[in-house]
């Protein structure tokens, strides 16, 4: 019996790994600010917008301890999604005002499901400079895809947590794996008699 438990757990459980975006590949020396971005993919995720990212290079004023991203736009619009278009949780993102000095700067986060149904919704708004966590709630799971839009003072973004959907199997499914299970001893109590 603790063999058909233990195979039960090993087919229906699963850890969830979290996978964290840290953009640690586009740190640059130099100053200034690089431009141009129109996407940005990395370890099964993918960051797209309508307009460019940019991020500051180390020897920038700007430049806060990371390379984190920001939507080179006034209001320009940010999504997150799996390249393979799996489902995901959005755990936390980092988030800091661009420029030392701008004032709040109000962010928006829309997480939507596969039918492109808005299922959960995230505000905050930076009021300084310096990196923040933002957590988000349990809404925030199985997601096709998530936007946030900046208005017009700009933030960037950085340590992005996600973790993959761990889908919990349907009743009728485990309901079919009992009876699989009945059978097995049924057949085995037969086979002994």
Not at 31 to 46: C, R, V
Not at 100 to 114: E, K, M, R, T
Not at 165 to 179: D, I, K, R
Request: aromatic share 12%; charged share 15%; glycine share 8%.
């Amino acid at each position: 019996m603790k063999k058909v438990f233990c195979l039960f757990v090993c087919l229906f459980a699963s850890s969830a790994n979290a996978t964290v975006l840290t953009f640690d590949d586009l740190e640059t020396a130099g100053g200034g600010a690089t431009t141009g971005l129109s996407s940005y993919t990395d370890l099964g995720y993918q960051l797209t917008t309508s307009n460019t990212f940019a991020y500051w290079n180390q020897g920038h004023s700007n430049y806060n301890t990371s390379a984190g991203l920001f939507n080179n736009a006034p209001n320009g619009m940010t999504r997150l999604s799996a390249v393979d278009n799996s489902l995901f949780d959005l755990n936390s993102i980092d988030l800091d005002t661009v420029y030392s000095d701008n004032g709040p700067s109000p962010i928006a986060f829309l997480g939507y499901d596969s039918n492109d149904q808005l299922i959960a919704t995230e505000n905050i708004s930076l009021n300084s400079d310096g990196w923040v966590t933002l957590l988000f709630s349990s809404l925030f799971s199985d997601l096709a895809y998530v936007e946030w839009a900046q208005t017009s003072s700009y933030h960037h973004f950085d340590n992005v947590t996600i973790n993959e959907s761990v889908s919990v199997p349907e009743p009728s499914s485990l309901a079919l794996f009992g009876l699989g299970l009945a059978g097995l001893g049924f057949a085995r109590k037969q086979k002994k008699a």
